[in-house]
């Protein structure tokens, strides 16, 4: 399912390695598997419209990993072991070399476990044995004094047992990913207050799997070839308490696919500035704007305002507005699936009107829908308003207080529904500019370090997100539900709970404890409160007698014991009290052991 930031799922989210986007989402969400953590340092979060200074995809907010990088002259080296439940097993090796202004890195991680299996009564694991592999490697060197080479590059490798069931059988294949990234960029230092930088990124994504029956024969083979290349300028501009970015460049995208008629192709120009000033000596204010010019679509100014301030010592407040967007993706466009297995067709926007047309000329058409007119238009980018309002609270020097309120607007949001019945009785589907949708509430977040050897920090949110369509429907017409014996009620617009996949409320608490030199103690507790995949009622819409997911707590507790200053063994427990829930949440696998051993060579 991905990420989600303030009721946004992980479609709108900008996922960025050391400042570069990683691609691949064949089914709208990132598998965020594939991203190594060996080497990196921290993670920085954006949330809220983006798209002023990233573009598309990035309506809700970005995800930016940060590597580690030497400080001081000189070699390290970092080895790790990992090994958990399910017989899973994660060797690593980091090298660092730095001199002068010559530095490098590599990282070798490797990954592999046996999977798990919730659901014992039917024929297939619910994750089968896979591996993962990841090199990556990193070099700075300083040309001159006022110029810098940077290079990235990365290769990632995984494999992985592919089965599925059809007719009582089991199929049984194998699916194999490969990806691929390498970023170059140049800094010109001018003078101690500007500096350019020209970037070029490119990245490779390929996805292939197959499924053969208990003879050998082969019953289904996908493929997903993603390619983007991306070249970018900037020029960063600082004076006193002035700091300004300006930028311009140009994106390629192509994807060839299985469920693919033709290799969809789509070209980006933009251009982006950012200033950052302090006026009268308190007032912190950002002022953004971007324009994205893409193939077939009509540009677009994405725009962000925030501005910061103290009320006294203690009191910070902090808000912002800011515009987003995000094109219509390939898949939205282009797809041409049916389940080889189940048998529904998915199609996308732009070849659904030709094939529907085509599927009804030859006789396999039972009924259509919608007024097949409907398919002829082409989709419409979705677009947001994010506004977000927040104060810092700083009682005591031990205590810190957050709070922020957030809405977000997002008008022609792309979703899919059923168009016509094929005569096989399975459903077709496509996508349309449907709904205007609204996510908005509050999250807390609270540190509390009462001593150096103590902390705890916690979070929450509130969200309510909601399909304004559907609310507006409850004040011009009747809406009515069945009850378990078939008996028809109306309901009431309180009954109406919101969006699919959303909770209401969602916490956190993490406790660190370092007890003396060598023992420390961390402790995690996770809560998420019921949520709905799918209306099972047939009214459309996602009311309080629908079925929902129950609400559910995980707890992680972990030890680290540092045997030496550069030697540490961690072992621990994630999901202590063993929840699982194999119909709706197979992600979770149940309670999960692990040890690690860390050593750093210098």
């Not at 390629?252 to 009268?280: C, H, M, V, W």
């Not at 956190?508 to 099972?536: F, P, W």
Request: proline letters at 2%; hydrophobic letters at 35%; one cysteine or more.
């Amino acid at each position: 399912e991905g990420l989600q930031m303030q009721g946004l799922d992980a479609s709108y989210i900008t996922i960025l390695v050391d400042g570069f986007p990683i691609i691949g989402k064949s089914f709208g969400a990132l598998d965020l598997n594939r991203i190594s953590v060996t080497d990196i340092e921290r993670i920085e979060i954006i949330k809220g419209a983006s798209s002023s200074l990233y573009g598309s995809n990035a309506l809700a907010g970005i995800v930016n990993l940060i590597s580690k990088k030497q400080i001081n002259d000189g070699n390290k080296i970092n080895l790790s072991l990992k090994y958990a439940s399910h017989n899973t097993i994660n060797p690593s090796v980091i090298y660092q070399y730095k001199k002068g202004s010559f530095q490098i890195s590599n990282s070798i991680d490797y990954y592999n476990t046996d999977g798990y299996d919730l659901i014992k009564s039917d024929l297939l694991s619910t994750v089968n044995p896979y591996s993962n592999f990841t090199f990556s490697t990193k070099l700075r060197y300083g040309l001159s004094d006022k110029v810098i080479l940077n290079t990235n590059a990365r290769y990632y490798n995984h494999e992985q047992k592919n089965t599925a069931e059809h007719e009582s059988s089991l199929l049984e294949g194998k699916t194999n990913i490969k990806e691929w990234n390498l970023g170059t960029s140049v800094k010109y230092l001018i003078n101690s207050n500007l500096f350019q930088q020209a970037e070029i990124y490119k990245t490779n994504y390929r996805s292939d799997e197959y499924l053969n029956t208990q003879d050998g024969i082969l019953f289904d083979d996908n493929y997903f070839d993603h390619i983007l290349l991306k070249s970018e300028i900037k020029t960063h501009f600082t004076y006193k308490k002035l700091n300004s970015i300006l930028g311009f460049g140009m994106k390629k995208e192509e994807l060839s696919r299985t469920n693919f008629s033709n290799n969809p192709k789509q070209d980006l120009k933009f251009i982006y500035g950012q200033l950052d000033a302090t006026a009268f000596r308190k007032f912190n204010i950002i002022l953004g704007s971007r324009y994205d010019n893409y193939t077939n679509y009509t540009p677009v100014i994405s725009n962000k305002f925030a501005v910061g301030f103290p009320l006294n010592k203690k009191i910070n407040i902090n808000s912002s507005i800011g515009t987003g967007f995000k094109i219509p993706d390939f898949r939205q466009r282009f797809f041409d699936f049916t389940n080889s297995t189940i048998g529904y067709t998915v199609l996308g926007r732009d070849v659904a009107f030709d094939r529907i047309e085509s599927m009804q000329d030859d006789g396999m058409i039972q009924e259509i829908f919608i007024p097949f007119s409907e398919l002829s238009s082409p989709l419409k980018s979705e677009t947001s308003l994010n506004i977000n309002i927040g104060v810092k609270y700083n009682p005591t020097k031990k205590l810190i207080f957050n709070a922020n309120l957030f809405k977000n607007k997002i008008q022609n949001l792309i979703e899919w529904q059923s168009v016509a019945k094929a005569i096989n009785n399975t459903n077709i589907y496509s996508y349309f500019n449907i709904n205007e949708v609204e996510t908005k509430g509050v999250e807390f977040n609270t540190t509390y370090k009462p001593s150096i050897n103590y902390e705890i920090k916690m979070g929450y949110q509130l969200l309510y997100a909601y399909d304004t369509e559907i609310r507006t429907r409850f004040e011009t017409e009747d809406i009515y539900v069945n009850d378990i014996n078939g008996v028809s009620f109306k309901l009431n617009k309180e009954d109406y709970f919101g969006l699919f996949n959303r909770s209401r409320h969602m916490g956190n608490i993490k406790i660190l404890y370092h007890i003396n030199k060598r023992l420390d103690v961390n402790s995690i507790i996770t809560y998420r409160s019921k949520y709905a995949l799918n209306d099972v009622n047939g009214n459309d819409l996602l009311d309080m007698y629908d079925e929902f997911v129950k609400e559910y707590t995980l707890c992680d507790l972990g030890f680290t014991y540092s045997l030496h200053p550069l030697r540490s063994i961690q072992i621990g427990a994630k999901n202590i009290f063993g929840f699982t829930n194999p119909e709706y949440i197979s992600n979770i696998s149940g309670r999960i052991y692990y040890i690690n051993i860390n050593l750093n060579l210098k």
